[in-house]
């Protein structure tokens, strides 16, 4: 999918290597055994740097087992992940990746400065500038003031904002972000949106999303992949030639909605219902 | 602090109001309950004369709660020493987990008054099969809550670390261990519930000295009064203890409520 796409910017082609790319990767889960569960058969495709990459699928298509992979906390069966030419593992101990989670995965017994600082701590950043990266992306998230919060005291936004500045704080160059507004009510998640293409655009990360929303995956990507069920496989590439900075009135555009409606007849056609 | 208002003071004193005046008016309908009756001080001494009988003990009864309270704490801390440690052994290698299990049930399903005759015979009638009873019983809530508590860590939190380092101590560390500590107190405080009744039972298979030993003495020879007075005794030991690690719990532990616990 490299090929000439309308919107693609010419800084990102001539970069040496996509951000993340899958050749031919098949997974299977609990091989050899009763339950064996082909969850990825002969996946391709690339990432480009700083594109915004949006994947739609039913549940058990193999969403999450794709993150994992580009994450490295899973090996392929065949073929090959690769982050920005090298592999997974790789790019993983140079800190080149960010995950957001569906749910918060905070760490109960740390407040929000801590919790976002919590990377960084690990890989040995002194106190003093690891609170003041955090506060940074804390601010950024819209939760100035609230450093010494604990998660429970925070609303189920709020906390997903803490992940989110964590996951930033990091300053990884590929974010993978696993239904990260799945939670959320749909105010919040409009509001956040947002705030994630003005982050996006600003920190000039490549980002691999994965939602259930069609709407919401038109709206913030450059290219969203429908995948089919049983195996997982790629069903559509679908490059979303709207301009940018995206708003709202991109979603009364005619354009906005015809992408809609292609990749819903996508999905619908894989789950079988019309 | 608003603690110190007076206003709070009130709320306080009405929150605690019913169980107070509620216990108060039970010893007071026990005393006259003996008095109006004349029930016999052999079948059930009043709550005056249990006070007089554990007055008149004097140091004695010091000497026995002493006792006790050093083989509650000995076991308590070795049970759990090794609970914590065995918990340990079992999350980490998943082969520890099958030879130590067998053992944590055995130890669970043998019967512990059964047991301390042999121990007695062991090691005589000194602190030490005391000490070893109340560990045995201490020691399974506890390294069963812990390992639940090593498990109940957030897999993602996991993943979360392993994007900085794959090493297992880290995870432990700053992961897993903490997860545990909630469910580590809520195994400690029922530990501590049956520490108590460990050492009292183990007394009463051979000892000289001790709430168990008076509980047992003041039956042997007729004196009511004695047992009711070891039982007492017993009771608020069990209370302060099981309050000590409460408040441990609330300086330490991060949170304090909806942990689902194994008892
Ligand atoms: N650890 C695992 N062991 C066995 N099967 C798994 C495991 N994780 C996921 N699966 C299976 O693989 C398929 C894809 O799962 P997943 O990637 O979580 O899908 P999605 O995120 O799209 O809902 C599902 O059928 C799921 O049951
Ligand atoms: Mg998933």
């Given at each position: 999918m490299t090929d000439a796409r309308p919107g693609a910017d010419g800084a990102a082609q001539t970069?040496?290597?996509?951000a993340i790319r899958f050749q031919n990767i098949g997974l299977v889960y609990g091989?050899?055994?009763?339950?064996?569960?082909?969850?990825?058969?002969?996946v391709s495709f690339d990432v480009r740097p700083q594109e915004f990459v949006s994947i739609l699928g039913p549940?058990?298509?193999g969403k999450s087992t794709l993150l994992r992979l580009v994450a490295g906390f899973l090996n392929p069966t065949s073929g090959s992940v690769s982050v920005g030419g090298v592999d997974p593992e790789n790019a993983r101990t140079n800190g080149l990746l960010g995950v957001v989670f569906q749910?918060?995965?905070?760490?109960?017994?740390?407040?929000v400065i801590e919790n976002v600082g919590f990377l960084l701590e690990l890989q040995g950043v002194p106190r003093r500038k690891r609170q003041e990266t955090a506060r940074h992306y804390i601010d950024l998230v819209g939760l100035?003031?609230?450093?010494?919060?604990?998660?429970?005291?925070?609303?189920g936004g709020m906390q997903q904002r803490v992940s989110i500045a964590r996951a930033l704080a990091f300053g990884p160059s590929v974010l993978l972000m696993d239904e990260?507004?799945?939670?959320?009510d749909a105010l919040t998640r409009d509001r956040m949106a947002f705030d994630l293409l003005d982050i996006w655009k600003r920190d000039k990360k490549t980002v691999l999303f994965v939602t259930h929303s069609v709407q919401e995956a038109v709206f913030l990507s450059d290219v969203v992949i429908v995948m089919t069920a049983r195996p997982g496989k790629v069903g559509l590439i679908r490059p979303i030639d709207l301009g940018r900075?995206?708003?709202?009135?991109h979603r009364l555009q005619m354009e906005f909605v015809e992408h809609c409606r292609v990749l819903l007849d996508e999905l619908e056609a894989d789950v079988g219902y019309h | 602090m608003p603690v110190f208002s007076i206003r709070s003071i009130g709320r306080k004193a009405l929150y605690y109001a019913p169980p107070v005046l509620s216990f108060v008016a039970f010893i007071i309908a026990w005393q006259l309950y003996v008095d109006l009756f004349g029930v016999s001080a052999f079948i059930l001494p009043s709550p005056e004369r249990i006070v007089r009988a554990g007055i008149n003990l004097g140091p004695a009864l010091w000497g026995h709660t002493w006792t006790t309270t050093y083989e509650i704490l000995l076991g308590f801390l070795v049970g759990n020493a090794v609970a914590v440690g065995l918990a340990y052994l079992i999350v980490r290698w998943s082969v520890a987990e099958r030879i130590v299990y067998p053992f944590l049930i055995v130890s669970q399903t043998v019967p512990k008054l059964a047991v301390a005759p042999l121990l007695v015979i062991w090691f005589?009638?000194?602190i030490l099969p005391k000490v070893i009873v109340t560990a045995l019983v201490c020691f399974f809530p506890t390294a069963v809550n812990v390992v639940q508590g090593l498990r109940s860590a957030d897999p993602n939190a996991i993943d979360l670390v392993r994007l900085v380092t794959p090493s297992t101590s880290v995870i432990f560390r700053k992961v897993q261990f903490p997860s545990s500590i909630p469910y580590f107190f809520a195994g400690l405080k029922i530990s501590m519930a049956a520490a108590v009744i460990g050492a009292i039972v183990a007394e009463?298979?051979?000892?000289?000295?001790?709430l168990g030993y008076l509980i047992l003495y003041g039956g042997t020879s007729m004196r009511t009064d004695l047992m009711f007075v070891g039982v007492g005794v017993t009771v608020i030991l069990g209370m302060v203890l099981y309050g000590a690690v409460g408040l441990a719990e609330y300086l330490i532990?991060?949170?304090?409520?909806d942990v689902r616990t194994n008892t």
């Open positions: 970069a040496a290597h996509p091989r050899g055994t009763a339950n064996e569960v082909e969850a990825l058969k002969d549940s058990g298509c749910s918060p995965v905070l760490l109960q017994w740390r407040n100035g003031g609230f450093e010494r919060h604990m998660p429970h005291q925070l609303s990260p507004f799945g939670a959320l900075p995206r708003t709202k009135d | 005589g009638t000194g009463w298979v051979g000892a000289n000295s001790g532990s991060w949170r304090r409520t």
